[in-house]
């Protein structure tokens, strides 16, 4: 009885969960968007998950507005670096690092359909996995006002939280503990981010 009394309260309620998840998911989601090796849409399905296993009111609400805020200032930090760097004799680091992340390949199609189709190409950049920094260096090319990049980056964001956030829905709902439901989410959305990578080299090979 000693064991499990203490086990119960080593335990986190939901409201320690709350108050130590939400910032955390911001701040994760926000590095990853300015440095782009943290998983964030992992993160949000992971944290969709938790939240729809929760009892108190609007926790899923709160991983969307959360995850989606700190994406889109995450992105418009690093587009705001990005077009000081454009401006710089020398450049900068975080231009040359949103540089060698597009491929020229990637580069010169983000450019077309950029030129063709506009702000839409931005929405679709965040919900294709690897997509948003061709896309975004392709912006800085063509000298876009901040103001214009971000309102179209605002939809984007809000629907690549939508995605990841369903995707961790689903995940927690097939599954009755949240544990399996992350690993299911986090699985998923690996999946997720393979699968364009794995077609390129197979369309190449061909």
């Known amino acids: 009885m000693t064991v499990l009394a203490t086990t119960a309260t080593v335990v986190p309620t939901e409201s320690t969960q709350q108050a130590i998840g939400y910032p955390t998911l911001f701040l994760l989601v926000l590095i990853g968007a300015l440095v782009p090796v943290v998983p964030t849409g992992a993160l949000v399905s992971s944290a969709a998950v938790v939240a729809f296993h929760q009892t108190a009111p609007f926790s899923l609400a709160l991983v969307f507005v959360t995850a989606s805020t700190a994406a889109f200032l995450g992105d418009a930090t690093l587009y705001w670096l990005g077009r000081r760097g454009m401006g710089s004799k020398n450049g900068s680091r975080w231009l040359e690092a949103i540089r060698s992340r ?3 390949e990637r580069l010169t199609q983000a450019q077309e359909k950029l030129a063709e189709h ?13 997509g948003r920094l061709p896309v975004m260096l392709a912006c800085l090319l063509a000298k876009w006002p901040m103001r214009r990049f971000a309102r179209g980056n605002f939809p984007a964001c809000l629907a690549w939280a939508v995605t ?3 995707i961790g829905i ?7 503990e ?3 439901g992350v690993v299911a989410a986090v699985v998923l959305t690996v999946v997720i981010s393979a699968v364009p990578s794995v077609w390129r080299r197979v369309r190449s090979a061909r």
């Open 118 to 130: 506009g702000v839409a190409v931005l929405v679709l950049s965040r919900l294709v996995p690897a």
């Open 178 to 180: 949240p544990w399996q």
């Open 102 to 104: 597009a491929p020229e």
């Open 164 to 166: 990841y956030q369903l």
């Open 170 to 176: 689903l995940g927690g709902s097939l599954f009755p």
